[in-house]
């Protein structure tokens, strides 16, 4: 079916930067959760890079982090490439339970390799419980670690679905990210 797969022609270089220019990039996710195996098909709960005790966690391939799926997406979307599931798809048996800073982690690089350094990093996470409050200084340092970026760069918020939808109702996590590239 068209669209399925990617299009192996598909095939884009990286922009190269020019001092002072601009790039902006949007990325959104969505895992369902479950109950954490053994007793569900759900995994670990991690949340940009930091592991959170809870009963539910993403169906997914990869580790299912939906924040840095989304980030991972804004980035590769600021630089013109093919999204997260071009690059890394679900389908490939060597992205099976991969931590998923591996993909952020390679999406920055091809930033960097091209001139382009994170100007900044704006993301939320809707998640109905846990909550992040606690945690989030160590997801922003973890997260711009990954980038190779100043934590003072890098915002997360969190957001409840306010008991609506599968989001309010502890089905799902979703996340968005809007990064600024800059070029140096």
């Known amino acids: 079916m068209p669209g399925d797969q990617p299009d192996p022609r598909d095939v884009r270089e990286v922009p190269k930067a020019t001092p002072g220019a601009l790039r902006i990039g949007h990325g959104y996710d969505l895992h369902r959760l479950e109950l954490v195996a053994p007793i569900g098909p759900g995994r670990p709960l991690v949340v940009g890079g930091v592991r959170f005790e809870h ?17 991972t997406d804004a980035v590769l979307g600021a630089l013109a490439l093919p999204d997260i599931g071009q690059l890394f798809p679900n389908d490939d048996p060597s992205n099976e339970s991969t931590d ?15 001139g382009w350094s994170v100007g900044n990093l704006d ?5 109905e419980r846990p909550k992040l409050g606690s945690s989030k ?16 760069r890098v915002n997360i918020k969190g957001k409840t ?3 609506v939808g599968p989001v309010g109702e502890g089905r ?10 800059v070029g140096v």
């Open 100 to 114: 998923s800073r591996v993909f952020l982690e390679k999406a920055s690089a091809l930033a960097r390799d091209a």
């Open 137 to 152: 200084g160590a997801i922003r340092e973890a997260i711009a670690t990954s980038l190779g970026c100043e934590v003072s």
């Open 123 to 127: 993301a939320t996470v809707i998640l």
């Open 55 to 71: 009963e539910s966690g993403p169906v997914s391939h990869s580790d299912g982090d939906a924040l840095l799926h989304a980030i």
């Open 161 to 163: 679905g306010e008991s």
């Open 172 to 181: 799902a996590i979703e996340a968005h990210a809007v990064v600024l590239l």
